[in-house]
């Protein structure tokens, strides 16, 4: 299909700078939006490819292809069709190594010598995952001591003791690559080179299946105040450039400095038709929490939006500028009034339940992205049916595919709209509606098919 050069270099010379051909091709440009399973879709159809090493922190990565000439197919077809991921150009080349001999270690692995308690690391991490969950994912493969959740640079971790290393090997083993969910929560297993967990609480971070009277947490300790356990030790609750960075994975997404002090941003280009503040508060609580909102009389294409901080403006502004809503292309931009003076004509949402960055911050700045065809819908009922929840959403548009399921023993859904439009559309709409007795939440999912 894609034969490859009689002469590599002479072929790739003038385009890489005599880049000498290697079976490890290295990209760039790769978004925190990225996954792994995004890059091998890229190159699967070359040929087979036996490592992939994702560098976050550079937005780089490396892949290495079974034989040079399968590289070399892949780089010949991308000189003439410029290679793109979730609407990002990325760039490849070859790489200066012949060979990928080792992998990203971090501070608890040491790769391949075994160990029975395993080095668990998240990748494309679009639901929560929580110590119940990888006890379900893990307990199979024979019985599991103890689990410790932290979250680091290199993403969402987890150390996974077991009773033998046996068991643990059998779970890498079996385990390594997978997806928890279909399409994300990817595992990456390494052993880790520590004897034994140290385990201090039993929740929803950490857990001692060998003793289960320990507390749930330390006495005084908010139940809602995050605490990662690493190995024992509680980290402090981290400021917000922290947590936003840990969520995009150790580095902030291109284009957000983390640096922004404004909170107000300015809306125009709205349908002054259709809007009103609650339909706005439905889409930039996706990206934080909300003061309040002020329609202005004189303007009645623009709004004014008071986010909770500059990093929550910042994601807004970044996320949303050029989205397409009620037929109107939105013009997102930093306001110069610093906040919205409260009046009769302002709407405030500054103790509103419906803010979503109250609790697990860190998980929802995760989930920010612009808006996309797929929305995902929680606190569903749980006897909802999948015709209920259409007969809610298709005055919207064309819903072209669903997928209704259970996570933890609630229920989710997943709809597909044919147009971006039409998902933002019912997201503003049908966020925080009533559905069988319950309000519904509703957000734009990473997803690109079900």
């Given at each position: 299909?894609?034969s490859p050069p009689v002469n590599f270099l002479g072929f790739f010379g003038c385009r890489f700078g005599m880049a000498e051909p290697s079976k490890v091709i290295h990209v760039r440009n790769v978004g925190h939006e ?417």
């Open positions: 299909m894609h990225i996954s792994e399973n995004d890059l091998l879709q890229l190159f699967q159809p070359f040929g087979v490819i036996t490592k992939l090493v994702m560098l976050r922190a550079k937005n780089q990565a490396l892949l290495q292809m079974e034989d040079v000439s399968a590289a070399v197919n892949a780089l010949q077809f991308y000189t003439n069709v410029q290679p793109s991921i979730r609407g990002r150009n990325v760039y490849i080349q070859f790489s200066s190594h012949q060979e990928l001999t080792t992998v990203e270690q971090t501070t608890h692995g040491r790769g391949d010598e075994p160990n029975r308690i395993l080095l668990v690391t998240i990748h494309h991490m679009l639901y929560p995952i929580t110590v119940d969950v990888l006890h379900q994912v893990f307990s199979p493969y024979g019985f599991v001591e103890k689990i410790v959740t932290f979250q680091k640079s290199a993403g969402f971790q987890a150390l996974v003791q077991y009773q033998s290393q046996q068991f643990s090997v059998s779970a890498r083993t079996s385990l390594q690559g997978r997806n928890i969910y279909d399409g994300c929560c990817q595992l990456d297993i390494q052993f880790s080179n520590l004897e034994e967990l140290q385990v201090n609480y039993n929740n929803e971070r950490s857990r001692d299946y060998t003793n289960p009277t320990l507390p749930p947490e330390q006495k005084g300790r908010s139940s809602h105040q995050p605490a990662y356990g690493d190995v024992g030790v509680a980290y402090p609750q981290m400021p917000n450039a922290a947590a936003i960075a840990a969520a995009f994975g150790g580095g902030l997404p291109p284009g957000i400095t983390g640096t922004n002090d404004r909170c107000t941003v300015l809306v125009s280009h709205l349908n002054p038709d259709r809007i009103d503040e609650d339909k706005l508060f439905n889409l930039f609580s996706l990206y934080g929490n909300i003061v309040r909102i002020k329609l202005l009389r004189n303007k009645p294409d623009h709004a004014l939006v008071q986010m909770g901080d500059g990093f929550q403006a910042e994601l807004a502004v970044h996320f949303l500028k050029g989205a397409v809503l009620f037929g109107k292309q939105l013009e997102v931009n930093f306001s110069k009034h610093p906040n919205i003076t409260p009046g009769p004509d302002s709407h405030d949402y500054v103790n509103s339940n419906l803010n979503r960055f109250n609790r697990n911050a860190a998980k929802n700045y995760r989930y920010c992205c612009s808006p996309t065809k797929m929305i995902h819908l929680s606190t569903l009922p749980q006897d909802v049916t999948e015709d209920e929840i259409l007969n809610h959403l298709q005055e919207h548009g064309a819903i072209v595919n669903t997928k209704v399921y259970e996570m933890n023993g609630k229920k989710q859904a997943l709809m597909l709209f044919e147009e971006e439009e039409q998902a933002t559309e019912a997201l503003v709409c049908k966020h925080a509606t009533s559905l069988g007795g319950s309000i519904i939440r509703i957000s734009f999912s990473q997803l690109q098919t079900i």
